[in-house]
């Protein structure tokens, strides 16, 4: 398959910080489609100048979307090919974007995905979390009556919660998620992913409050939260479950004999790794 295909959409992501992050195949399909609709073209061009690419840009962002479909419509229908960008990382997450992929997908447009960087999966995969299962909440509200609603609501969610929060909300949202999960409950906050200041900092929720509370100028750079879920309650794990954990693990990796663990019996995987863990030491 050649690419860029005519008549197609390319979902297209881009660096959330390091420019070596753009893959080769990203970097090609942006300089060699006709139109790239960006969520801020000012923040786009600085990155396509950083490449040498000169593909004429168009805004899509949350006030123009609904109009722009027409016109993408016609662009894609007149046989040009166009790359969807948001500011920094895979568009439509917590991005504009979602009306405009239904639309042409319902028209029989094809829309194919470019994949690469993500604030939210960087930042799990460096949380210590259990990410078999986890709830994507975007932003919290920024009132804090809104705010603490949606956190009440969350707090019996046995998965672990991933949250993009705003820098100058970020100690208020802390504060708040250490009130109403519980302050022993463990999370972490990373900051500037990939960028020169990145920081990835764990424990409770009271200290990472704490800490955000006592900077005097406040929390600096575009944050993600992730929180551990709530403790499963009332439910005693199986013994045949943790037997067989406990003679996996003399054959297998934790992670492993966890999993196999947990599809033989339909035990919670998240239970049985921590079960595991406690076991082992680590």
């Not at 991933?162 to 970020?170: G, I, L, N, T």
């Amino acid at each position: 398959m050649k690419e860029p295909e005519p008549g197609t959409l390319y979902v297209v992501a881009t660096p959330i910080g390091n420019l070596e992050d753009l893959s080769p195949r990203a970097r090609r399909i942006l300089a060699e489609v006709d139109r790239i609709a960006a969520e801020d073209t000012r923040r786009s061009l600085a990155l396509l100048r950083h490449f040498g690419i000169r593909t004429p840009l168009v805004s899509l962002h949350e006030h123009n979307e609904q109009a722009r479909v027409e016109q993408v419509c016609t662009w894609l229908g007149a046989g040009e090919a166009v790359a969807l960008v948001s500011d920094a990382g895979t568009p439509l997450i917590s991005d504009p974007g979602y009306l405009m992929v239904r639309e042409l997908r319902r028209r029989g447009f094809p829309v194919r995905p470019i994949p690469g960087p993500s604030a939210l999966i960087a930042a799990l995969s460096v949380a210590g979390l259990p990410t078999d299962r986890f709830a994507f909440e975007g932003f919290l509200p920024a009132r804090s009556a809104a705010r603490r609603a949606r956190l009440e609501a969350l707090a019996a969610e046995p998965r672990t919660l991933v949250f993009y929060e705003s820098p100058r909300r970020a100690a208020a949202s802390l504060a708040d998620m250490a009130g109403i999960f519980g302050g022993t409950r463990e999370a972490v906050v990373a900051r500037e992913l990939t960028k020169v200041h990145e920081e990835i900092r764990g424990g409770t929720l009271d200290q990472l409050a704490a800490w955000a509370g006592a900077l005097h100028e406040g929390v600096r750079g575009e944050l993600v939260f992730v929180v551990a879920g709530a403790p499963e309650r009332g439910e005693e794990l199986p013994e045949a479950a943790t037997r067989l954990v406990a003679r996996l693990l003399e054959e297998m990796p934790l992670k492993q004999a966890v999993r196999v663990a947990a599809e033989v019996t339909g035990a919670s995987r998240n239970r049985l790794y921590d079960w595991a863990l406690k076991k082992t030491g680590r």
